[in-house]
Structures are given as structure tokens and as C-alpha cells.
């Protein structure tokens, strides 16, 4: 879609650039539209022949215009472990991939994001690396209260833990008695809690059942992470918000059992969340080959009827958004040679992959395109606390948008993929939604396969415009 000059006359401000299309996704459905954008917002929506003179013109046609997604559970692991994935290579994929917003979480890089210390070397790490804007999250460890509040004063958008080992030493998990330590001040300070929420005891009681099974067979891994895990972890979690009348978000939803006990504390207007991602939404238990680590995730990869319900919360709003839970890992960790899924590494990378792995299981479903962009954009963006900014096509927001076409379908090429390791699930799956074009605040970052000549993110702090 060539870009074209037209003239222009009339006293009102001139727009910098104009993006139309015939499918342009608003909060009210899909229109054909004219978005006008000036320094970076949304100035003004009009019909698809409204043209300035004198502006330049990305014409999508009928490709979809639709708000850039917002992915609020991505590891980028920078400082420290950048040979794992860093901002470069995390957020060009971002960028391919339509996804105009992140938010980081806070292990894996050394140091962790527990301390205020520690969140401003991430903030410099990232300095000048980014290709999309991102922020940041902050962590709950045992002993860390007393940097919560700093924290938050700083600009972190919440706080997450993990109630079981994370897998990193930098980033310790939890007990009931540091959630109580904590909630307090989280509650105070309006902050959510972002809970990986699997209980330790559950697991520990598995590992007799698989003691002697091949580490190779994928069973072997969903039977060491049992839904009970998940579902005591919920229980907890929502006992506790309710205590604490805390905001508390269920990262990762895996087990579709503990979806009536969400269902009961949204229905008593519980401050609670819950995301899932694409891979619990695409992938089944029962079609992992033997020795495939790279579909291995925690919580695990579940059977399809337990997808199904999934897609059914979905639908529902009891699950209220997707995002990726972007976890790249070196090669070697994966452990592909040996296939053994009890210590190779657990993560998924598919940040560049969101956006057609969602919509080819949801148009085979028979949803539409307003309603990825409610579960992509618009609800991670609204529980980010970034609502009024990202996330829509509306006047006054930023002008973050993803062009892409809905009806072309490829296959998942790993190697092209543009995070560092070349490592998904993904690849060789037939998709559906080719992205085209990427635009950060009315920059157009990526169009065609090719980048701007430099990255233009930039951080973004809660509070701060």
C-alpha cells in the first residue's frame, strides 16, 4: 500500500499522516474510515474519500486496520540474560508480528525487577532498543515489601510472583505469608497482583505417580502438573483478594476446572482478572509428539475439551484477554536431542505469532475480527492501566495500529522468525493473517518485512503521558 501526497486546504491543523482502509476496526465494529494523525494521536476519524490536501496517505484498501496489540506478559530478559532474548530482537518480532505495546515481566533478567535499584538498570538496558513501546512490571519476592511502593511511585504497572519455583534463583516464589505481607500495600496503592498460579503441594504429590514413566512422552510432563495445582493456587488467590479487597490477575489461565470458581468471584465483584494464551487456545495434550519439548509450557498444555472451555471463557468474558507469555530460552535448554520434557527448559516464544495463532483457531470458531481485537488490544490494554491511550482507534489515542489480511494464509517458518532463537511450537502450522504494516504513534516501523531505519519505542511509565 503506497504511500500518496494529497493537496490540501482549510485552517485546521494538518495531520501528519493519513491511514485508511475499508476495514477499519473501532470500538463500535468495523468501518470504512480515513484515521487523521498528528504528532503521534488520533486526530480525527472520517469517511474513506476525506482526504487533507497535502498529507501523505498509507492506503490499506481492504486489508484490516485494526488498534496494535497489547501484550502484557512478555520475558525479555535484559539485563543479564540478553543471550536468552533482548529488547532488539523482542521487540522487532514485536513489530512484525502487530504488537505495538509490551509490558516485561520481571525474572529472568539479572537483576530482577524486585528492587527500585534494579528496575532502573532495566529501564536503561532498554534505552534506544526498543522498536515498539513497552513497559514494565515489578516483582513479589519474600523480604521485598519495603520496595514495593518505590516501585510503583516509579512507574512499574504492577506486580508479579510466582506461588511455585520460577526456575531462576534471582526470582524466589512465594508462601501465603509473603501474599499477606504484600497485599496490604498492594491494595493501598490500587497495584495488581499478577500471580503464576500453580501450588507446590499438588506437584509434590504427583511425583510418585511418574516416577519410572519416560521423560520423553509429553504425558509424562501433564501428569507432573496436575490441574489441582492450578486450581489450589486459584482458590488462594482468590480467598485473599477478597480478604484484601486486592486486585489479583490469573496469569496464564491453563485448567478450564478452575473456571467457576473465577466465575463466582467475578459474580461477587471481585477486583479479578485472568488472561490465557495462544498456545493454551491452539494447542491439545493428545497431538504433542513424543520428545517435542518445544511445546513444553507451565502450567501445561492441556487436552482439547479442556481447550474448548478455554475458547468458551473466552467468548464468555470470564476470560477477559489473550497475550503471549513470550518465554525464549537458548537452544540447549530446550533439550531437542534428548526430548526430555521433565528438564528441559519450560517457555514458549511466539510474540511475532500471536496475532495469526489466535485468529486462525477463532476464525475456525466463527469469531470475528472486532472480537480478537477486544481479546488482544483493547483488554490488555485496559488492565494495564494504559485504557485511555492504547488499545482502540479512537480520537485522542495513540496512533498504534496493526494493517493485516485477515484471508492470506502461510506456514510458520521458525528460522525467519525475528526473536533471537529460532525455537516455537509454531512452525510448520498452516495460519491464517499475514501482517502487512505496523505503526508506533503514527510511525510506520514495519511494513513488508522491513523496518524503519531505526527503532522509535520508548518506555512507558504508569502515570506518565
Known amino acids: 500500500m503506497p504511500e500518496k501526497s494529497h493537496s490540501r486546504s482549510g ?29 503521534g494521536a488520533i486526530q480525527s476519524i472520517g469517511p474513506f474519500d476525506a482526504l487533507p490536501s497535502g498529507v501523505p496517505v498509507f492506503d490499506a484498501g481492504g486489508l484490516v486496520v485494526m488498534p496494535g496489540l497489547v501484550d502484557t506478559h512478555v520475558h525479555i530478559n535484559e539485563p543479564g540474560r540478553a543471550q536468552w ?20 515481566m520481571p525474572l529472568n533478567s539479572i537483576p530482577a525487577t524486585t528492587t527500585l535499584a ?31 511502593r518505590p516501585l510503583w511511585d516509579a512507574g512499574v504497572f504492577g506486580f508479579k510472583c510466582f506461588l511455585v519455583p520460577s526456575g531462576v534463583d534471582e526470582f524466589a516464589h512465594v508462601a501465603e505469608s509473603d ?9 493501598s496503592l490500587g497495584a495488581p497482583l499478577l500471580a503464576h498460579a500453580e501450588s507446590p503441594g499438588p506437584i509434590e504429590a504427583a511425583l510418585p505417580a511418574i516416577n519410572g514413566l519416560s521423560p520423553r512422552q509429553y504425558s509424562t510432563w501433564l501428569a507432573s502438573r496436575p490441574r489441582e495445582a492450578e486450581n489450589q493456587a486459584i482458590a488462594l488467590l482468590l480467598r485473599l483478594a477478597a480478604e484484601f479487597a486486592a486486585r489479583v490477575h490469573i496469569v496464564h489461565l491453563s485448567s478450564s476446572d478452575a473456571l ?36 513444553k509450557c507451565a502450567p501445561p498444555l492441556r487436552e482439547r475439551e479442556n481447550r474448548e472451555l478455554l475458547w468458551a471463557a473466552l467468548q464468555s468474558g470470564l476470560i477477559d484477554f489473550v497475550v503471549t507469555d513470550h518465554s525464549p530460552c537458548p537452544p540447549s535448554m530446550k533439550l531437542l536431542d534428548a526430548g526430555d520434557f521433565l528438564r528441559a527448559w519450560g517457555g514458549i516464544a511466539s510474540l511475532e505469532l500471536s496475532l495469526p495463532a489466535v485468529w486462525t483457531e477463532a476464525l475456525s ?13 483493547a483488554g490488555p490494554a485496559r488492565f494495564a492501566g494504559l485504557g485511555r491511550k492504547k488499545g482502540a482507534i479512537a480520537v485522542g489515542f495513540d496512533a498504534d495500529l496493526v494493517v493485516w489480511n485477515p484471508d492470506a494464509r502461510f506456514r510458520a517458518d521458525a528460522a525467519r522468525l525475528r526473536q533471537r532463537h529460532k525455537i516455537t511450537p ?8 499475514v501482517v502487512e504494516a505496523t505503526f508506533v504513534r503514527g510511525q510506520k516501523v514495519f511494513h513488508k518485512g522491513e523496518f524503519a531505519s531505526a527503532p522509535s519505542g520508548k518506555i512507558l511509565r504508569r502515570g506518565l503521558p
Open 365 to 377: 470458531r466463527g469469531y470475528s475480527v472486532p472480537q480478537l481485537a477486544g481479546w488482544m488490544s
Open 118 to 148: 534494579a528496575f532502573h538498570e532495566k529501564c536503561a538496558a532498554a534505552e534506544g532498543k526498543l522498536w515498539v513501546d513497552a513497559g514494565f512490571w515489578g516483582g513479589v519476592v519474600p523480604g521485598n515489601v519495603l520496595e514495593l
Open 260 to 295: 467457576p470458581a473465577l466465575q463466582l468471584a467475578k459474580a461477587a465483584n471481585l477486583a479479578v482478572t485472568v488472561e490465557t494464551c495462544p498456545h493454551y487456545l491452539t494447542f491439545a495434550a493428545e497431538e504433542i509428539p513424543d520428545g517435542a519439548t518445544q511445546f
Open 426 to 433: 509454531y512452525s510448520g502450522r498452516e495460519l491464517a493473517g
Open 179 to 187: 501474599l499477606r505481607a504484600a497485599l496490604p500495600i498492594l491494595a
Open 85 to 104: 532474548e533482548g529488547f532488539s530482537t523482542a521487540t522487532q518480532a514485536a513489530a512484525a508480528g502487530g504488537v505495538t505495546t509490551l509490558v516485561e
Open 11 to 39: 485552517s485546521a491543523p494538518a495531520p501528519d499522516l493519513v491511514v485508511r482502509g475499508k476495514r477499519v476496526v473501532t470500538p463500535d465494529g468495523e468501518i470504512s474510515a480515513a484515521i487523521q494523525i498528528r504528532s
